[in-house]
Nanobody, 122 residues
Framework: QLLLVESGGGLVQPGESLRLSCSSS????????IAWFRQAPGKEREGVLC????????NYADSVKGRFTISRDNAKNTVYLQMNSLKPEDTGVYYC???????????????WGQGTQVTVSS
């Protein structure tokens, strides 16, 4: 049973936007810190943004400041990653992770999904 499911990825052109969703049928996301990580081809997985149980946001990637935002819709049990002004270097597989608190380290999280591919190319 998948606890976290990402969706919303796709192929877009530079400058366009995407909204990724992270949902769960196994537990209530409002009780967890939810982070988005990404992994580009040939690179290590890196933290992007996290939202804590108290809705504090933490940014782990300077390259997305001012372009990406993270939010929750508790009624839909979903966390979103809004990505604007996408660049080719944003290409990669995006994962959502859950844990007790926000951290830039993957090892601090308990669960993660299978990822959704984001490709930014002209």
């Amino acid at each position: 049973q998948l606890l976290l499911v990402e969706s919303g990825g796709g192929l877009v052109q530079p400058g366009e936007s995407l909204r990724l969703s992270c949902s769960s049928s196994g537990f209530i996301l409002v009780y967890a810190a939810i982070a988005w990580f990404r992994q580009a081809p040939g690179k290590e997985r890196e933290g992007v943004l996290c939202i804590s149980r108290s809705d504090e946001r933490t940014n782990y990637a300077d390259s997305v400041k001012g372009r990406f935002t993270i939010s929750r819709d508790n009624a839909k049990n979903t966390v979103y990653l809004q990505m604007n002004s996408l660049k080719p270097e944003d290409t990669g597989v995006y994962y959502c992770l859950s844990g007790p608190y926000c951290s830039g380290s993957v090892g601090e999280y308990d669960y993660w999904g299978q990822g959704t591919q984001v490709t930014v190319s002209s």
